[in-house]
């Protein structure tokens, strides 16, 4: 079946640090891959999305990239802020199987300290 | 516009009792999901309404657990005779559904349930 497994948290990092968040599926078809993002008291949102290889998306200053070759869409930004403490979730889609749930990685617990 | 909501945001409930939850998906979504976020199972599906079409209920772990959708729009959770692991936070979200590019969920704040 379709899963999903990202980097444990939680992690921690430094203001203006570089972020990189793993996350790598697996999938028979075609998935479409998304980042959502939990703030804290906050429901979840979209973040990014690519639907397919090669695609990068973003918003933010995040950023991912569908790597159809490794089964990977790991998250990065350059330089994080206070405000990017949050849960993160990676996130697939298998439209081509005709099953329109969203199948989620166990979630990135992100602290990020002045 | 308006987002999705979900009523109530909190419930608490005694072991064994009935309970709804309630979704007003985005107007003009013809697609609609109920999700769970519990700390031991993480995000899990549970229940996809497509416009007029049977429901996916793949999801739902027991038949203590049902959904259904009036007129295409609101949906309702209804969980029988509450277990303690059914505490959880119960998600909705909706879709413009089926169209290319439009198969994004826009979730709503939860309804948070606590079974005592």
């Known amino acids: 079946g379709n899963s999903v497994t990202q980097m444990e948290g939680p992690v921690t990092l430094s203001e203006e640090a570089f972020l990189t968040i793993n996350c790598t599926y697996t999938a028979t078809g075609y998935p479409s891959l998304f980042w959502y993002v939990q703030y804290p008291g906050e429901g979840l949102q979209l973040l990014l999305k690519a639907t397919k290889a090669d695609d990068k998306g973003s918003n933010k200053g995040f950023e991912a990239t569908y790597r159809k070759e490794t089964t990977s869409f790991h998250l990065e930004k350059g330089s994080v802020q206070v405000s990017d403490s949050a849960v993160y979730f990676c996130?697939?889609?298998?439209?081509?199987?005709?099953?329109?749930?969203?199948?989620f990685g166990q979630g990135t617990r992100l602290t990020i300290n002045p | 516009g308006a987002g999705v909501s979900q009523s109530p945001s909190n419930k608490v409930t005694e072991k064994g009792k009935d309970v709804e939850l309630r979704c007003d998906p985005i107007s003009g979504h013809t697609a609609l999901y109920w999700y769970r976020q519990s700390l031991g199972q993480g995000l899990e599906f549970l229940i996809y309404f497509q416009g007029n079409s049977a429901p996916d209920k793949s999801g739902l772990p027991s038949d203590r657990f049902s959904a259904e959708r009036t007129g295409g729009s609101v949906s309702t959770l209804t969980i029988q005779r509450t277990q303690q692991e059914d505490s959880a936070v119960y998600l909705c979200?909706?879709?413009?559904?089926?169209?290319?590019?439009?198969?994004?969920?826009?979730f709503g704040p939860g309804t948070r349930l606590t079974v005592t």
């Open positions: 979200a909706s879709s413009s559904g089926g169209l290319a590019g439009a198969y994004e969920q826009y």
């Open positions: 996130a697939l889609i298998a439209l081509r199987q005709g099953a329109q749930k969203l199948v």
